[in-house]
């Protein structure tokens, strides 16, 4: 069983829908989660930090973070043709000295939103 | 300049050169990282530096070298690549705490022939 597990898509929704982009994880020692989105010929651009459980808001972006699922997810209201990108998901265990800080992350979803 | 930056942004080498990728950033971090980002599947973890030690090396071959000469810069020395090492290189940093996430530059993209 991989440890993080992603749905690569791809996924394509038309503008102003809301979209759903999920990840499952094996490891249940997890504690930090992340959502990076990834435009094309650019690298990954941090969106959504959590730590834990529970949701977190920032405009129209929200992630969740459910460890009793192992499951975590980030939702984009009204979603605009500016969001078609690939977003990945990563995690890490919690900080137990130099160098310990080390991202897994998922394939990553490939979303376009249609105008 | 801001956040972190790599160059070149293209590279393409036979099997039988010698290249170096260079990060910098300017974000004030002390941790960076190399990372390989092959299609379809994860980033790939490559090597960890944390105050310009050398903290992990997630069994990478020797082909690739790192060096840290300080905590703004970063390089990957490469020799005698493979086909299966075309790819995308990405840099990142952070503070090297575990509630500080990582940034991420924009990649060199590594074709060998």
């Known amino acids: 069983q991989k440890e993080v597990e992603q749905d690569p898509g791809p996924l394509s929704v038309p503008e102003g829908a809301i979209v759903s982009l999920n990840c499952t994880y094996s490891?249940?020692?997890?504690?930090?989660f992340m959502w990076y989105r990834q435009y094309s010929r650019k690298g990954p651009e941090l969106l959504m930090y959590?730590?834990?459980?529970g949701n977190k808001e920032d405009g129209r972006f929200t992630a969740q973070v459910d460890k009793s699922s192992k499951y975590i997810s980030l939702f984009i209201r009204d979603s605009q043709p500016s969001d078609s990108a690939t977003y990945l998901c990563?995690?890490?265990?919690?900080?137990?000295?130099?160098?310990?800080?080390?991202?897994?992350f998922g394939k990553g979803t490939k979303l376009s939103v249609i105008p | 300049e801001t956040g972190v930056t790599q160059t070149p942004r293209h590279l393409v080498m036979g099997m039988t050169n010698k290249k170096s990728l260079k990060c910098e950033q300017h974000?004030?971090?002390?941790?960076m990282y190399w990372y390989k980002q092959s299609a379809k599947k994860p980033l790939e973890l490559m090597f960890v530096?944390?105050?310009?030690?050398?903290?992990e090396n997630n069994s990478v071959p020797s082909r690739f070298s790192p060096e840290c000469p300080n905590s703004s810069h970063l390089f990957l020395h490469l020799h005698t690549l493979q086909p299966e090492d075309s790819a995308l290189y990405l840099c990142?940093?952070?503070?090297?705490?575990?509630?500080?996430?990582?940034?991420f530059g924009d990649g060199t993209r590594l074709s060998i022939l």
């Open positions: 990142a940093s952070s503070q090297d705490r575990g509630d500080q996430p990582q940034h």
């Open positions: 490891n249940s020692a997890f504690q930090y």
């Open positions: 959590t730590y834990s459980s």
């Open positions: 990563a995690m890490s265990l919690a900080y137990s000295g130099a160098g310990s800080y080390q991202l897994t």
């Open positions: 974000l004030g971090h002390n941790a």
């Open positions: 530096y944390s105050l310009e030690e050398r903290v």
